[in-house]
């Protein structure tokens, strides 16, 4: 079955530094990856996603790389702003449009 | 657009009872995903539709659960009879399909049962 690792430490970074989340899966190869964010007590929101033929995708201050021979996604947050404090999701597909979800990485911005 | 709708948003029931959740997808999506989330397992897939019908129902625990999409602007999942374990936050999403991955999810409903 598939196996999606985020670290279930959360991070706290400091206001305008770069956030960075690591996501590893295993036993399978996604044709594309999703990261949601999710905030408490509401459900995810999809943030982006890349396709196993791109490297990198960026939207604002946001950036997903995706290495499919080290079965693992980074997610960025730069210039990192409290209104970012979230747990964010990553999700790898696994065919048919079904995702398996990590249990999420929670990000502590602090001013 | 209302996004999706999930309700109750809360639930709080005795074991053996039947809870009923609901979801209305976002009107035109194809696709609608049950999910439920606990700090020890995640978010976890239950049961995936395609144009009203079960496509894949691997996740769903056991005999208790059940799910329906009678039509493309209703679903409910059942779980009869309910036991303190199935405590957890069940959420509904749907997918626009033609080509478009990202998922679309609802509120959630907060079931406890005690």
């Known amino acids: 079955s598939q196996k999606i690792e985020q670290n279930s430490e959360a991070l706290n970074i400091q206001e305008g530094k770069t956030a960075t989340l690591t996501c590893n899966y295993t036993?399978?190869?996604?044709?594309?990856l999703q990261w949601y964010r999710q905030d408490p007590g509401r459900g995810p929101v999809f943030l982006l996603l890349i396709r196993e033929n791109e490297k990198e995708k960026r939207k604002e201050r946001l950036k997903v790389t995706f290495d499919t021979t080290l079965k693992q996604s980074l997610f960025h947050i730069t210039a990192s702003q409290p209104a970012d404090s979230a747990t964010y999701l990553c999700?790898?597909?696994?065919?048919?449009?079904?995702?398996?979800f990590g249990k999420g990485n929670q990000v502590v911005v602090i001013p | 657009d209302a996004g999706v709708i999930q309700s109750p948003r809360h639930e709080v029931t005795e074991m053996g009872q039947e809870v009923t959740l609901r979801c209305k997808p976002i009107?035109?999506?194809?696709?609608l995903f049950w999910y439920r989330q606990t700090m020890m397992r995640g978010l976890e897939l239950l049961i995936y539709f395609n144009n009203n019908v079960p496509i894949d129902d691997s996740g769903m625990p056991e005999d208790r659960f059940s799910a329906k999409m009678p039509n493309a602007s209703f679903s409910t999942l059942k779980i009869q009879p309910s036991e303190p374990r199935d405590s957890a936050v069940y959420f509904c999403a749907s997918l626009p399909g033609l080509g478009s991955y990202e998922q679309y999810f609802g509120p959630g409903t907060r079931l406890t049962v005690t």
């Open positions: 036993n399978y190869s996604p044709a594309y």
């Open positions: 009107s035109g999506h194809n696709s």
């Open positions: 999700a790898p597909d696994y065919g048919n449009n079904r995702l398996a």
